[in-house]
T-cell receptor
């Protein structure tokens, strides 16, 4: 079983739609969680951290469910520019080892 | 600040050739990483360096060696390239001060081994 699992998609949605991605992790000792965004043929960039209480940044909302060991990313009012691959990232303990999921590809259509 | 820089951007090798991928960061970060990314897959850690003078294996270290030359530079060497090493290679760094830190990536090196 992979340590961090994501549905690879693609998720094809129209502009203005709301879309949600989930990511599951296997190690219950994981302590830090992030969503990264990767555009085609570019490097990944941090989209947002995921806090225990959940957090929101504009149209993006991230949630953490420790009991079920998953994190989610909700995108409201999708824009064409949201088309990208979204990578779930988990950090074990207080170390600096990041484990990446395989990514979920989102395509927003006009 | 340039952030994380990588050279070269593209490289084609023949099986058995060797090469070194260079990475440098100007953010005074302690930790540096080398990943590979294959089509449809996430990033897999090859090697990392938690601080200057230390290096450790990641998930897929076979066929690679690394050198943490100083705090700024972390190079990845392929001694005898194989077609299975065709991939996009990303270098990254982070401060290492706490868990809630952003990892910064270089633009990547696209390597093809024939």
């Amino acid at each position: 079983r992979k340590e961090v699992e994501q549905d690879p998609g693609p998720f094809n949605v129209p502009e203005g739609a709301t879309v949600a991605f989930n990511c599951t992790y296997s190690n219950s000792a994981s302590q830090s969680f992030f969503w990264y965004r990767q555009d085609c043929r570019k490097e990944p960039k941090l989209l947002m951290s995921v806090y225990s209480s959940g957090n929101e940044d504009g149209r993006f909302t991230a949630q953490l469910n420790r009991a079920s060991q998953y994190i989610s990313l909700l995108i409201r009012d999708s824009k064409l520019s949201d088309s990208a691959t979204y990578l779930c990232v988990v950090v074990l303990g207080a170390g600096n080892m990041l484990t990446f999921g395989g990514g979920t590809r989102l395509m927003v259509k006009p | 600040n340039a952030g994380v820089t990588q050279t070269p951007k593209f490289q084609v090798l023949k099986t058995g050739q060797s090469m070194t991928l260079q990475c440098a960061q100007d953010m005074n970060h302690n930790s540096m990483y080398w990943y590979r990314q294959d089509p449809g897959m996430g990033l897999r850690l090859i090697y990392y360096s938690a601080s200057e003078g230390t290096t450790d294996k990641g998930e897929v270290p076979n066929g690679y060696n690394v050198s943490r030359l100083n705090k700024r530079e972390f190079s990845l060497r392929l001694e005898s390239a194989a077609p299975s090493q065709t991939s996009v290679y990303f270098c990254a760094s982070l401060t290492g001060a706490s868990s809630y830190n952003e990892q910064f990536f270089g633009p990547g090196t696209r390597l093809t081994v024939l």
